[in-house]
């Protein structure tokens, strides 16, 4: 299965490149990821519960970021073995673009299984990886962007995206 698509992220090209690389925002995004350890240099390992149709797994596998072009674009790699329901492997090429008011995410996704999910057809999994991977970016740039970017659209001032998660930081509303 292929899959191109883009996200427009409201924040800055530095942010998102770094929530790219950070294994606390990529367990957030992933859908069903239970655990998420590592680093961009040496890759993640992760742990992910997925039902696909009839077939429900465990998959533990790893993440790798290559091709790294700093603040511009990566590959992320994964594979992950679910026991008797088989193995999932897949990739993302990932572009990062200026837009006005924050940063065009482009990505190509190509997506594998073998084993009993491959038995599912076609169909069922073609659906089921275009649904992670429409999941996993739309969480991304909820993530980059704060939970209520859309409220935060009307009073900016209150807006606190994953770095300020991570790291305790707001802005303080002003009082006038």
Known sequence: MQLTDSQDIFAPRSDVWAALLSADVLKECVPGCTEMAGNPTDGFEATV?????????????????????????????????????????????????????????????EAHVGGKLAQLGSRIIDGFAKKMADDFFTRFKAAVEGPDAVADAAEPEAKKGWLGRVFGKSEPKSET
């Not at 077939?55 to 994964?78: C, N, P, W, Y």
């Open 49 to 109: 519960v997925q039902k696909v149709g009839p077939v429900k797994a465990t998959f533990k596998g790893a993440v790798s970021l290559t091709d790294r072009i700093e603040g511009q674009s990566l590959t992320l790699s994964g594979e992950g073995k679910g026991g008797a329901a088989g193995f999932a492997k897949g990739g993302a090429k990932v572009r990062l673009d200026d837009i006005e008011g924050g940063t065009r995410l482009s990505y190509d996704v």
